[in-house]
Protein backbone atom coordinates (compact mmCIF):
# COMPACT_ATOMS: atom_id res chain seq x y z
CA UNK A 1 0.00 0.00 0.00
CA UNK A 2 1.68 3.54 -1.00
CA UNK A 3 2.32 5.54 1.88
CA UNK A 4 0.06 8.44 2.41
CA UNK A 5 1.44 11.03 4.43
CA UNK A 6 -1.29 13.64 4.89
CA UNK A 7 -4.82 13.05 6.16
CA UNK A 8 -6.85 11.86 2.67
CA UNK A 9 -10.29 12.96 1.50
CA UNK A 10 -13.43 10.80 1.49
CA UNK A 11 -12.67 11.29 -2.43
CA UNK A 12 -8.49 10.15 -2.17
CA UNK A 13 -9.72 6.98 -0.20
CA UNK A 14 -12.29 5.77 -2.90
CA UNK A 15 -9.29 6.52 -5.36
CA UNK A 16 -6.94 4.50 -3.47
CA UNK A 17 -9.34 1.43 -3.70
CA UNK A 18 -10.06 1.89 -7.55
CA UNK A 19 -6.30 1.70 -8.06
CA UNK A 20 -6.21 -1.14 -5.75
CA UNK A 21 -4.08 -0.10 -3.45
CA UNK A 22 -5.68 -1.22 0.01
CA UNK A 23 -5.14 -4.79 0.13
CA UNK A 24 -5.74 -7.32 3.37
CA UNK A 25 -3.71 -10.07 3.03
CA UNK A 26 -4.32 -12.71 1.73
CA UNK A 27 -7.42 -10.38 0.77
CA UNK A 28 -7.60 -7.78 -1.94
CA UNK A 29 -10.33 -5.50 -2.83
CA UNK A 30 -11.50 -4.57 -6.28
CA UNK A 31 -13.69 -1.18 -6.84
CA UNK A 32 -17.03 -2.45 -8.40
CA UNK A 33 -18.58 1.00 -8.27
CA UNK A 34 -18.61 4.39 -6.32
CA UNK A 35 -21.28 4.96 -4.72
CA UNK A 36 -24.14 2.78 -5.31
CA UNK A 37 -27.77 3.33 -4.17
CA UNK A 38 -29.09 1.40 -1.04
CA UNK A 39 -32.45 2.83 -0.75
CA UNK A 40 -34.45 6.15 -1.66
CA UNK A 41 -32.69 8.68 1.01
CA UNK A 42 -29.54 6.44 1.20
CA UNK A 43 -25.70 5.96 -0.85
CA UNK A 44 -23.22 4.11 0.46
CA UNK A 45 -19.71 5.28 -0.73
CA UNK A 46 -18.86 2.37 -2.87
CA UNK A 47 -19.34 -1.00 -3.57
CA UNK A 48 -16.12 -3.47 -3.64
CA UNK A 49 -15.60 -7.15 -4.18
CA UNK A 50 -13.47 -8.86 -1.33
CA UNK A 51 -11.30 -12.18 -2.90
CA UNK A 52 -9.33 -14.71 -1.59
CA UNK A 53 -8.36 -17.45 -4.09
CA UNK A 54 -11.69 -18.65 -5.76
CA UNK A 55 -14.01 -17.16 -2.82
CA UNK A 56 -15.50 -13.72 -3.28
CA UNK A 57 -17.43 -11.43 -1.74
CA UNK A 58 -19.27 -8.06 -2.06
CA UNK A 59 -19.21 -5.50 0.34
CA UNK A 60 -21.29 -2.39 0.84
CA UNK A 61 -18.67 0.61 1.93
CA UNK A 62 -19.29 3.55 4.24
CA UNK A 63 -16.05 5.63 4.09
CA UNK A 64 -14.86 7.91 6.71
CA UNK A 65 -11.90 10.35 5.94
CA UNK A 66 -11.58 10.90 9.92
CA UNK A 67 -10.62 8.13 12.26
CA UNK A 68 -12.08 9.98 15.41
CA UNK A 69 -14.49 7.97 17.95
CA UNK A 70 -17.61 9.84 16.62
CA UNK A 71 -16.74 9.09 13.09
CA UNK A 72 -15.51 5.66 13.66
CA UNK A 73 -19.24 4.90 15.96
CA UNK A 74 -21.79 7.27 13.03
CA UNK A 75 -19.76 4.64 10.59
CA UNK A 76 -20.66 1.47 12.90
CA UNK A 77 -24.05 2.67 13.74
CA UNK A 78 -25.10 3.37 9.92
CA UNK A 79 -23.90 0.06 9.02
CA UNK A 80 -26.09 -1.40 11.67
CA UNK A 81 -29.51 0.17 10.51
CA UNK A 82 -28.80 0.34 7.31
CA UNK A 83 -30.78 -1.83 4.81
CA UNK A 84 -27.63 -3.01 2.48
CA UNK A 85 -27.70 -3.66 -1.30
CA UNK A 86 -28.76 -7.42 -2.44
CA UNK A 87 -26.02 -10.14 -1.84
CA UNK A 88 -23.44 -7.61 -0.07
CA UNK A 89 -21.76 -7.49 3.52
CA UNK A 90 -21.24 -4.08 5.33
CA UNK A 91 -17.77 -2.73 5.47
CA UNK A 92 -16.54 0.30 7.34
CA UNK A 93 -13.12 1.92 5.42
CA UNK A 94 -11.42 5.04 7.38
CA UNK A 95 -7.60 6.05 7.49
CA UNK A 96 -6.92 4.32 10.92
CA UNK A 97 -8.52 1.44 12.78
CA UNK A 98 -7.09 0.41 16.19
CA UNK A 99 -7.10 -2.17 18.24
CA UNK A 100 -9.93 -1.69 20.02
CA UNK A 101 -11.94 -0.29 17.18
CA UNK A 102 -11.00 -3.79 15.51
CA UNK A 103 -12.35 -5.61 18.49
CA UNK A 104 -15.60 -3.83 18.43
CA UNK A 105 -16.37 -4.55 15.10
CA UNK A 106 -16.02 -7.73 15.58
CA UNK A 107 -18.35 -7.74 18.28
CA UNK A 108 -20.74 -6.15 15.68
CA UNK A 109 -20.13 -8.55 12.92
CA UNK A 110 -19.06 -5.94 10.59
CA UNK A 111 -16.03 -5.78 8.77
CA UNK A 112 -13.10 -2.80 8.60
CA UNK A 113 -10.26 -2.19 6.55
CA UNK A 114 -7.97 0.70 6.84
CA UNK A 115 -5.09 2.68 4.93
CA UNK A 116 -2.25 1.21 6.65
CA UNK A 117 -2.86 -2.20 7.07
CA UNK A 118 -5.52 -2.79 9.75
CA UNK A 119 -8.84 -4.84 9.31
CA UNK A 120 -11.35 -7.33 9.93
CA UNK A 121 -13.19 -9.21 7.17
CA UNK A 122 -15.44 -11.76 8.21
CA UNK A 123 -17.41 -13.59 5.25
CA UNK A 124 -19.40 -16.72 7.08
CA UNK A 125 -18.58 -19.69 5.38
CA UNK A 126 -16.40 -18.32 3.39
CA UNK A 127 -13.02 -16.18 5.19
CA UNK A 128 -12.17 -14.61 7.95
CA UNK A 129 -9.33 -12.65 8.78
CA UNK A 130 -7.93 -9.94 11.46
CA UNK A 131 -5.11 -8.06 11.30
CA UNK A 132 -3.81 -5.21 13.60
CA UNK A 133 -0.67 -3.34 15.20
CA UNK A 134 0.17 -1.71 12.26
CA UNK A 135 0.82 2.33 13.41
CA UNK A 136 -1.31 5.48 12.29
CA UNK A 137 0.60 6.69 9.64
CA UNK A 138 -1.77 9.66 9.62
CA UNK A 139 -1.47 13.30 11.21
CA UNK A 140 -4.34 14.01 13.68
CA UNK A 141 -6.64 16.22 12.30
CA UNK A 142 -7.30 18.10 15.24
CA UNK A 143 -7.11 21.85 14.94
CA UNK A 144 -5.42 22.05 18.27
CA UNK A 145 -2.39 19.68 18.96
CA UNK A 146 -3.70 18.03 22.33
CA UNK A 147 -6.93 19.51 23.67
CA UNK A 148 -6.40 17.74 27.13
CA UNK A 149 -2.82 19.49 27.88
CA UNK A 150 -1.65 22.70 29.23
CA UNK A 151 -4.34 25.74 28.65
CA UNK A 152 -5.98 24.32 26.43
CA UNK A 153 -7.42 21.36 28.84
CA UNK A 154 -9.45 23.81 30.97
CA UNK A 155 -12.13 23.54 27.71
CA UNK A 156 -12.35 20.30 29.46
CA UNK A 157 -12.27 20.81 33.03
CA UNK A 158 -14.81 23.18 33.21
CA UNK A 159 -17.49 20.50 32.12
CA UNK A 160 -16.45 18.90 35.21
CA UNK A 161 -17.60 22.03 37.56
CA UNK A 162 -20.86 21.75 35.45
CA UNK A 163 -21.78 19.51 32.52
CA UNK A 164 -23.97 21.26 30.42
CA UNK A 165 -23.79 24.94 29.07
CA UNK A 166 -26.34 26.96 26.73
CA UNK A 167 -23.39 28.25 24.27
CA UNK A 168 -19.63 28.22 23.55
CA UNK A 169 -19.76 31.78 24.56
CA UNK A 170 -20.81 30.21 28.59
CA UNK A 171 -18.00 28.21 28.51
CA UNK A 172 -15.67 30.57 27.23
CA UNK A 173 -17.28 33.43 29.78
CA UNK A 174 -16.82 30.46 32.81
CA UNK A 175 -13.54 29.23 31.69
CA UNK A 176 -11.96 32.69 32.27
CA UNK A 177 -13.86 33.43 35.24
CA UNK A 178 -12.54 30.63 36.83
CA UNK A 179 -8.85 31.51 35.70
CA UNK A 180 -7.34 33.05 38.47
CA UNK A 181 -4.80 34.59 36.17
CA UNK A 182 -6.96 36.64 34.12
CA UNK A 183 -9.00 38.09 37.14
CA UNK A 184 -5.79 39.04 39.26
CA UNK A 185 -2.61 38.81 37.25
CA UNK A 186 -3.35 40.40 33.82
CA UNK A 187 -3.09 37.22 31.78
CA UNK A 188 -4.64 37.33 28.43
CA UNK A 189 -8.27 35.34 28.36
CA UNK A 190 -9.07 32.65 26.23
CA UNK A 191 -10.67 33.21 22.90
CA UNK A 192 -13.96 31.93 21.61
CA UNK A 193 -12.09 30.41 19.07
CA UNK A 194 -9.50 28.57 21.25
CA UNK A 195 -12.76 27.14 23.08
CA UNK A 196 -14.70 26.32 19.67
CA UNK A 197 -11.82 24.65 18.42
CA UNK A 198 -11.21 22.22 21.99
CA UNK A 199 -15.47 21.46 22.09
CA UNK A 200 -14.90 19.88 18.53
CA UNK A 201 -12.31 17.72 19.54
CA UNK A 202 -14.30 16.98 22.32
CA UNK A 203 -17.36 16.41 20.37
CA UNK A 204 -15.28 14.33 18.07
CA UNK A 205 -14.39 11.87 20.77
CA UNK A 206 -17.52 11.57 22.24
CA UNK A 207 -16.77 12.92 25.67
CA UNK A 208 -19.35 15.97 24.98
CA UNK A 209 -22.52 16.05 23.16
CA UNK A 210 -23.64 19.61 21.31
CA UNK A 211 -27.12 18.79 19.82
CA UNK A 212 -28.91 21.19 21.82
CA UNK A 213 -26.50 22.23 24.20
CA UNK A 214 -23.61 21.48 24.86
CA UNK A 215 -23.68 18.56 27.42
CA UNK A 216 -20.57 16.59 28.93
CA UNK A 217 -21.47 12.25 27.86
CA UNK A 218 -18.35 10.92 30.19
CA UNK A 219 -17.12 12.33 32.71
CA UNK A 220 -14.94 9.23 33.47
CA UNK A 221 -13.30 9.27 30.19
CA UNK A 222 -12.50 12.91 30.22
CA UNK A 223 -10.83 12.28 33.67
CA UNK A 224 -8.90 9.60 31.95
CA UNK A 225 -8.00 11.38 29.09
CA UNK A 226 -6.67 14.45 31.48
CA UNK A 227 -4.69 12.28 33.30
CA UNK A 228 -2.61 10.72 30.52
CA UNK A 229 -1.94 13.62 28.75
CA UNK A 230 -1.38 15.77 32.17
CA UNK A 231 2.34 17.24 32.52
CA UNK A 232 3.35 19.43 35.61
CA UNK A 233 3.63 23.18 35.10
CA UNK A 234 6.97 25.06 33.72
CA UNK A 235 8.80 25.70 37.19
CA UNK A 236 11.23 29.03 36.74
CA UNK A 237 11.94 28.82 40.68
CA UNK A 238 11.31 26.83 43.75
CA UNK A 239 12.25 27.66 47.29
CA UNK A 240 11.72 25.59 50.57
CA UNK A 241 11.88 27.72 53.74
CA UNK A 242 11.39 26.95 57.36
CA UNK A 243 8.92 29.64 58.65
CA UNK A 244 8.55 29.40 62.19
CA UNK A 245 4.77 29.19 62.24
CA UNK A 246 2.16 26.10 61.97
CA UNK A 247 1.15 25.24 59.05
CA UNK A 248 -2.26 27.26 59.73
CA UNK A 249 -0.57 30.16 60.43
CA UNK A 250 1.33 29.88 57.52
CA UNK A 251 -1.55 29.95 55.44
CA UNK A 252 -2.78 32.92 57.43
CA UNK A 253 0.29 34.60 56.75
CA UNK A 254 0.40 33.80 52.42
CA UNK A 255 -3.50 34.75 52.85
CA UNK A 256 -2.21 38.55 54.11
CA UNK A 257 0.37 38.82 51.96
CA UNK A 258 -1.26 37.88 48.97
CA UNK A 259 -3.79 40.59 49.45
CA UNK A 260 -1.07 43.38 50.31
CA UNK A 261 0.76 42.45 47.46
CA UNK A 262 -2.13 42.17 44.79
CA UNK A 263 -0.11 38.42 44.42
CA UNK A 264 -2.25 35.48 42.83
CA UNK A 265 -1.12 32.60 45.18
CA UNK A 266 -2.60 29.11 45.28
CA UNK A 267 -1.64 26.18 47.01
CA UNK A 268 -0.47 23.24 45.05
CA UNK A 269 -2.72 19.81 44.76
CA UNK A 270 -0.61 17.43 46.91
CA UNK A 271 -1.23 19.95 49.76
CA UNK A 272 -5.06 20.78 48.60
CA UNK A 273 -5.75 17.00 49.04
CA UNK A 274 -7.30 17.17 52.42
CA UNK A 275 -10.76 19.41 50.79
CA UNK A 276 -11.78 16.03 48.50
CA UNK A 277 -10.40 12.89 50.29
CA UNK A 278 -8.48 11.89 53.67
CA UNK A 279 -4.74 11.43 53.39
CA UNK A 280 -2.53 11.69 56.12
CA UNK A 281 0.16 14.04 54.90
CA UNK A 282 3.13 16.02 57.05
CA UNK A 283 2.89 19.83 58.42
CA UNK A 284 3.81 20.91 54.58
CA UNK A 285 2.61 23.46 52.43
CA UNK A 286 3.28 24.09 48.70
CA UNK A 287 2.01 27.00 47.01
CA UNK A 288 2.25 27.96 43.47
CA UNK A 289 3.16 32.11 42.81
CA UNK A 290 3.67 33.53 39.67
CA UNK A 291 5.95 36.14 40.92
CA UNK A 292 8.44 34.99 44.36
CA UNK A 293 10.96 37.86 44.18
CA UNK A 294 8.00 39.86 45.32
CA UNK A 295 6.54 37.46 48.18
CA UNK A 296 9.87 36.71 49.62
CA UNK A 297 11.28 40.90 50.32
CA UNK A 298 7.76 40.33 52.77
CA UNK A 299 8.39 36.91 54.37
CA UNK A 300 10.54 35.76 56.97
CA UNK A 301 11.92 32.66 57.06
CA UNK A 302 15.31 31.06 56.21
CA UNK A 303 15.74 28.93 52.89
CA UNK A 304 16.12 25.25 54.50
CA UNK A 305 15.66 21.77 52.86
CA UNK A 306 15.81 20.35 56.25
CA UNK A 307 12.53 20.43 58.10
CA UNK A 308 10.98 22.78 55.93
CA UNK A 309 7.10 23.12 56.44
CA UNK A 310 6.45 25.76 53.11
CA UNK A 311 7.83 25.53 49.12
CA UNK A 312 6.92 28.48 47.42
CA UNK A 313 6.81 27.70 43.61
CA UNK A 314 7.43 30.21 40.98
CA UNK A 315 4.94 29.63 37.70
CA UNK A 316 1.94 31.19 35.11
CA UNK A 317 1.01 27.96 34.40
CA UNK A 318 -2.72 28.85 34.26
CA UNK A 319 -3.89 25.44 34.79
CA UNK A 320 -2.30 25.06 38.06
CA UNK A 321 -4.19 28.03 39.13
CA UNK A 322 -7.82 27.50 37.57
CA UNK A 323 -10.69 26.97 39.81
CA UNK A 324 -9.17 27.46 42.71
CA UNK A 325 -11.08 27.00 45.91
CA UNK A 326 -11.67 31.00 47.76
CA UNK A 327 -11.51 30.13 51.68
CA UNK A 328 -11.15 32.89 53.55
CA UNK A 329 -9.30 34.46 50.94
CA UNK A 330 -7.00 31.82 50.37
CA UNK A 331 -6.89 29.90 47.36
CA UNK A 332 -6.72 25.90 47.62
CA UNK A 333 -6.23 23.42 44.56
CA UNK A 334 -9.40 22.77 42.39
CA UNK A 335 -10.62 19.08 42.73
CA UNK A 336 -9.17 18.22 39.49
CA UNK A 337 -5.88 19.78 39.88
CA UNK A 338 -5.57 17.74 43.29
CA UNK A 339 -6.78 14.46 41.07
CA UNK A 340 -4.09 14.99 38.29
CA UNK A 341 -1.15 15.62 40.68
CA UNK A 342 -2.00 12.69 42.87
CA UNK A 343 -2.28 10.33 39.44
CA UNK A 344 1.21 11.65 38.50
CA UNK A 345 2.60 10.83 41.64
CA UNK A 346 3.44 6.95 43.45
CA UNK A 347 0.97 4.24 43.97
CA UNK A 348 -0.71 5.53 47.43
CA UNK A 349 -1.26 8.67 45.76
CA UNK A 350 -3.21 7.08 43.38
CA UNK A 351 -5.06 4.97 45.40
CA UNK A 352 -5.64 8.36 47.10
CA UNK A 353 -6.89 10.01 43.79
CA UNK A 354 -9.54 7.14 43.46
CA UNK A 355 -11.31 9.27 46.55
CA UNK A 356 -11.10 12.27 44.65
CA UNK A 357 -12.66 11.18 41.27
CA UNK A 358 -15.32 10.22 43.35
CA UNK A 359 -15.85 13.41 44.72
CA UNK A 360 -15.75 15.05 41.39
CA UNK A 361 -17.86 12.72 39.73
CA UNK A 362 -20.23 12.58 42.60
CA UNK A 363 -19.84 17.10 42.28
CA UNK A 364 -21.77 16.72 39.07
CA UNK A 365 -25.45 17.16 38.34
CA UNK A 366 -26.16 20.76 39.88
CA UNK A 367 -24.71 24.47 38.55
CA UNK A 368 -20.87 25.19 38.68
CA UNK A 369 -19.64 24.91 42.30
Do not use: H
Not at 11 to 32: C, D, H, T, Y
Not at 106 to 132: H, Q, T, W, Y
Not at 140 to 149: D, E, G, M, W
Not at 311 to 323: P, Q, R
Amino acid sequence: MERIRKIPTKREMIEQLRMGRVSLPPLSFRLLKAGPQAGENLRFDALVEASWDKSIAKFAVECKSLSTPKAFQDGLNLLKTSSLPNGCQPLLFVPFLSERQLQELEREKISGIDLCGNGVVVVPEMFAVFRGGEKNRFTSSAPIKNIYRKNSSMVGRVFLLCPEYDTVQAVCAEINRRNLLVKRWDKKAMSLSTVSKALKTLQEDLIISRENTIRLLQPDKLLQKLSENYSPPNIRERIRLKVPEGIGTIADLLRKESQVLGLPLASAGVSSVGRYAVMQRGNFLSVYCPRLDILLERLSGSQSDRFPNLELIETEDETVYFDGRREDNFWWASPVQVYLELMAGDKRDQETAEQVKAYIINSLGGGPP
